[in-house]
């Protein structure tokens, strides 16, 4: 089992839809957890932060499930400028150093 | 605020050439990461340096190596390319006191002929 995993998507959607990601994770003793945003041939971009008692900003909504051992991504009322890869990383165990899944690609359609 | 920059934004080598990529962190970050992305890929850890020293390393290969400057600026070396080389480098700064957010640069896209 990869130790962060996504669904590498892609996910279509309209605009205005709400859709949500989830990422995996193996080790149960992770601590920090983060969603970035990569567009085509650019650099991933820091989204947020994952927090015990999950956070919002905006349309985005981050939330922890330590006993399923994931991390979720909601975006609501999707933009077209949503469509992007989004990458989860996860410290695992105690290392500070984050470990990437592959990315889940959205598509937002008009 | 200065964001994280490198240099040079493309490359272009031939198989068994060396390469060098330069970096440098986001003002007030001392820790700087570099990253292998191939396409479809996450981005995938090679090694962190912080205090000038290499303070952890991914599943590269000793073909794979790097320094850190007093300014904290970094450099990725890469020696006897190969085909599989090929990818977007990508470098990260964070600061080592915490919070451990990464911040990336626009990357390196490599490409080994």
């Known amino acids: 089992r990869k130790e962060v995993e996504q669904d590498p998507g892609p996910f279509n959607v309209p605009e205005g839809a709400t859709v949500a990601f989830n990422c995996t994770y193996s080790?149960?003793?992770?601590?920090?957890f983060f969603w970035y945003r990569q567009d085509c041939r650019k650099e991933p971009k820091l989204l947020m932060s994952?927090?015990?008692s999950g956070n919002e900003d905006g349309r985005f909504t981050a939330q922890l499930n330590r006993a399923s051992q994931y991390i979720s991504l909601l975006i609501r009322d999707s933009k077209l400028s949503d469509s992007a890869t989004y990458l989860c990383?996860?410290?695992?165990?105690?290392?500070?150093?984050?470990?990437f899944g592959r990315g889940t690609s959205l598509i937002v359609h008009p | 605020d200065a964001g994280v920059t490198q240099s040079p934004t493309h490359l272009i080598k031939t198989r068994g050439q060396q390469v060098t990529l330069r970096c440098s962190p986001k003002?007030?970050?001392?820790?700087v990461s570099w990253y292998q992305q191939a396409l479809g890929q996450g981005p995938q850890f090679i090694f962190q340096?912080?205090?000038?020293?290499?303070?952890q390393r991914g599943n590269f290969p000793d073909r794979f190596s790097g320094h850190q400057f007093p300014n904290y600026s970094s450099e990725l070396n890469v020696n006897a390319l190969l085909l599989g080389d090929s990818a977007l480098y990508l470098c990260?700064?964070?600061?080592?006191?915490?919070?451990?957010?990464?911040?990336f640069g626009p990357g390196t896209r490599l490409t080994v002929t």
């Open positions: 080790n149960s003793a992770s601590q920090s």
């Open positions: 003002s007030g970050h001392d820790t």
């Open positions: 994952v927090y015990s």
């Open positions: 340096y912080y205090e000038e020293e290499e303070r």
């Open positions: 990383a996860v410290n695992i165990g105690g290392s500070y150093i984050p470990t």
């Open positions: 990260a700064s964070s600061f080592a006191g915490g919070p451990y957010e990464q911040y």
